[in-house]
């Protein structure tokens, strides 16, 4: 019978039961007392709380081993794990637990006020402090007699709402097969080992930092080293004391560690790859962490795709600076035009992906589901090209490309000569509606605090570096780019505040 994810934990305690599998706040969990945790959570419940297979148990709170010790109980159980954004208002997760239906709700300390509003009230949904997840005696009511299992492969076992960069968040739902080929895929990708050293920053209510490294490393047998949240200083100060061998960051996490003041003094020798995603990486945050002779890999996917689907491996880092790599060991990759016909290398279309480490369905959401796919191949939405090697760039969202005079225009092409020009902090393109092209393209920055440069030098930057259609007609400057807990530039606000003035634009030229 086909073994739950939880004898990925089972087997390494027989096997190296001393090996240290979670290192947190001082403290360290080896894998035979994973297992334990695990049995006992899973039979708690199951036994007092009545969680069966299929059920819904929430979790909303910082990272810590309980998110790994319930994902993999719920993994035992059949249930489902339904990790929360602690990041999102009230009205937001209230809105996502009317939906998904747990029947309960796992919260940390800095979260039971929030927690304790969003149950009253809700029928059907208990709420455990995190700290009683795992009980402290062994008795009749935490020994679980039987898992619901089954040993269907195609059991649920996560339930992640995406980050909503376009609009309402969706459930994505992840079956067991799909994150043990997740897994196998980051092995293949980062050529995993028992002795590697991984450092989790990132949250892990999101895929990105539950499934590049986390699951993936205990899979194989690896150590994490879990911190509650990022925080740049804690995470070089970790780097240099704790010797991680592997990371993963966003742009946006990057960003706030070469910005430290003790950046170029920290020891970063343990570190053999840095694994960044989640959305296109501007050229000079990879060539900083280049310049320190660390490798910087990108990984492609979303929440759909578990996410580990293209990714770049360590002999990547230097030859294809900018390029998400190729498809994963387990996933299929197409590049289509408007027809659906497979276009030629060099060619823009929509990115397709096929394999066993996709989700199921959108939760509750069948015409959704029905959309996404197309004879098993799940379109992506994202915008990219293949070149003569096989090497895939992206280019963009779908929705975000700017159709001006009829021509395509890709806002990442701006973006990166925008990432170029010297006081610039950060920037964005979206399309505004014009009389005579149907759209163009804008140019939104935040400038460094002390740069006194202009819109109209800014526009005279793309001259001799891109065709002259493609150069953006006007420029706004606003103190922030709106972002999602991933960093990604949230474009659909920033249309929204162009359309209706609420950002003011240079003269248009």
Not at 370 to 379: G, H, S, Y
């Amino acid at each position: 019978m086909i073994r739950d994810l939880s004898a990925w934990i089972e087997q390494h305690a027989v096997s190296s039961p001393d090996r240290v599998a979670i290192r947190f706040e001082g403290t360290e969990i080896s894998y035979r007392a994973l297992h334990v945790r695990i049995q006992k959570t899973a039979g708690l419940l199951h036994n007092t709380h009545g969680v069966r297979l299929g059920d819904r148990v929430a979790y909303l709170g910082f990272n810590t081993p309980e998110c790994v010790i319930v994902f993999f109980a719920c993994a035992r159980l059949g249930a489902i794990y339904l990790p929360l954004n602690w990041r999102l208002a009230l009205p937001e997760l209230d809105h996502v637990l009317g939906h998904a239906e747990p029947k309960l709700l796992i919260a940390d300390s800095p979260h039971r006020e929030s927690a304790v509003r969003l149950v009253n009230g809700r029928s059907g949904c208990a709420l455990i402090d995190h700290a009683n997840v795992v009980p402290v005696s062994e008795d009749s009511d935490t020994t679980l007699a039987e898992s619901n299992f089954g040993g269907d492969p195609d059991v649920p076992l996560l339930l992640v709402y995406t980050s909503g960069t376009t609009g309402q968040p969706k459930g994505a739902v992840l079956t067991q097969n799909a994150l043990l080929f997740n897994a196998l895929n980051s092995v293949h990708m980062h050529q995993l080992t028992p002795s590697d050293n991984i450092l989790t920053v990132l949250p892990m209510f999101h895929v990105g930092g539950m499934n590049i490294h986390t699951t993936p490393g205990l899979y194989i047998g690896a150590t994490i080293s879990i911190h509650p949240r990022f925080d740049p200083a804690a995470t070089l100060a970790a780097i240099e004391n704790d010797r991680p061998s592997l990371l993963v960051l966003v742009p946006a996490t990057i960003a706030a560690l070469i910005q430290q003041p003790n950046w170029q003094t920290t020891d970063l020798t343990s570190l053999r790859i840095v694994t960044t995603g989640s959305s296109i990486v501007p050229r000079s945050l990879i060539e900083a962490w280049h310049d320190r002779g660390i490798p910087v890999i990108q990984v492609y996917g979303s929440t759909e795709t578990g996410p580990v689907a293209l990714y770049q491996r360590e002999e990547d880092a230097m030859m294809s600076v900018g390029s998400t790599g190729r498809g994963a060991l387990h996933t299929e990759v197409r590049i289509v035009d408007d027809t659906g016909e497979d276009v030629k290398p060099g060619v823009s279309g929509e990115l397709l992906l096929r394999g066993p480490n996709l989700f199921q369905k959108y939760w509750k959401d069948h015409s959704a589901s029905e959309e996404a796919f197309e004879a098993d191949w799940f379109f992506t939405g994202d915008i990219g090209y293949r070149d003569e090697r096989g090497y895939v760039f992206i280019n963009d969202r779908k929705t975000d490309v700017v159709i001006s005079g009829g021509e395509n225009i890709y806002p990442a092409e701006l973006e990166q000569v925008l990432d170029r020009i010297d006081g610039i902090a950060e920037s964005s393109v979206v399309g505004a509606a014009d009389d005579k092209w149907g759209e163009i393209p804008v140019a939104v920055v935040v400038i460094n605090k002390k740069s006194t440069i202009t819109a109209e030098e800014i526009l005279s930057a793309f001259d001799g570096h891109l065709a002259r259609y493609k150069h953006p007609k006007a420029v706004s400057f606003i103190p922030a780019l709106p972002r999602n807990v991933m960093g990604k530039v949230l474009k659909h606000e920033l249309r929204r505040a162009v359309e209706n003035g609420t950002i003011p634009l240079s003269e248009r030229c």
